[in-house]
């Protein structure tokens, strides 16, 4: 029965070396994996946080509309000529602070006229 057990045993212990082995060439690419996932995480922790705040700032204004490039989402702004979804995108630093473009969009009339009337320039991309 000894001599049982001791063969149980090592061959346990050689299994057992082979898992380990075998977990420890993938554990590189776990880290990699987990290392995306927490990146990840982190850009989408940024993009709420950025939309809590451009949702509260809106929320409040009555004048004007806040867009938070780090939203990467469209605010809603009532006009004269009705609901206004602004979007902003290319945004570009400069001398004097930054520089992005607008997107006006408004189903009853075309963005290129909501544009104008709200003094963005044609194309509504805030060229003046």
């Given at each position: 029965?000894?001599?049982?057990?001791?063969?149980?045993?090592?061959?346990?212990?050689?299994?057992?070396?082979?898992?380990?082995?075998?977990?420890?060439?993938?554990?590189?690419?776990?880290?990699?994996?987990?290392?995306?996932?927490?990146?990840?995480?982190?850009?989408?922790?940024?993009?709420?946080?950025?939309?809590?705040?451009?949702?509260e700032?809106?929320?409040?204004?009555?004048?004007?509309?806040?867009?938070?490039?780090?939203?990467?989402?469209?605010?809603?702004?009532?006009?004269?000529?009705?609901?206004?979804?602004?979007?902003?995108?290319?945004?570009?630093?400069?001398?004097?602070?930054?520089?992005?473009?607008?997107?006006?969009?408004?189903?009853r009339?075309?963005?290129?006229?909501?544009?104008?009337?709200?003094?963005?320039?044609?194309?509504g991309?805030?060229?003046?």
């Amino acid at each position: 029965m000894t001599i049982s057990y001791r063969a149980g045993y090592a061959v346990s212990a050689l299994l057992l070396t082979g898992c380990a082995s075998q977990q420890e060439a993938q554990l590189p690419q776990l880290r990699s994996e987990v290392g995306h996932l927490n990146q990840r995480l982190q850009n989408l922790t940024n993009q709420a946080t950025a939309l809590v705040a451009q949702n509260e700032q809106n929320r409040q204004s009555t004048r004007g509309i806040y867009l938070y490039p780090a939203a990467k989402t469209a605010a809603e702004v009532q006009s004269e000529a009705g609901t206004l979804r602004v979007s902003v995108d290319q945004v570009e630093a400069e001398a004097r602070g930054a520089r992005a473009a607008a997107y006006p969009q408004h189903r009853r009339r075309g963005a290129d006229a909501v544009a104008r009337d709200c003094g963005l320039g044609s194309g509504g991309r805030g060229d003046r």
